[in-house]
């Protein structure tokens, strides 16, 4: 079973910046494709942004200021000029092979 761990939510006002971290209990180094998440009270879990070999891919409300990475150690989502509907549980997503895993999500609140 592969655990991730979360880190990098807190609060924050707006216009302002987050880096979230995603450390994995197995090497990344192979790892088929990543992913952050998130969900708000009341909503479904949506993709924030996603990484496979050669592709990346991000929700259009992120796009221009949100930046999915990954070093051998850990996956990471920068986030900068965070909004008030940015507030949410952020979960990062990690498949290998057939299967995903996820972790057990951070909070990040942005306030007005």
């Known amino acids: 079973q592969v655990q991730l761990v979360e880190s990098g939510g807190g609060l924050v006002q707006a216009g302002g910046s987050l880096r979230l971290s995603c450390a994995a209990s197995r090497s990344i180094f192979s790892i088929d494709a990543m992913g952050w998440f998130r969900q708000a009270p009341g909503k479904q879990r949506e993709l924030v942004a996603r990484m496979t070999t050669g592709y990346t891919d991000y929700a259009d409300s992120v796009a221009d200021r949100f930046t999915i990475f990954r070093d051998n150690a850990k996956m990471y989502l920068q986030m900068n000029s965070l909004k008030p509907e940015d507030t949410a549980v952020y979960f990062c997503?990690?498949?290998?092979?057939?299967?995903?895993?996820w972790g057990q999500g951070t909070q990040v609140t942005v306030s007005s």
């Open positions: 997503n990690a498949r290998w092979g057939h299967i995903d895993y």
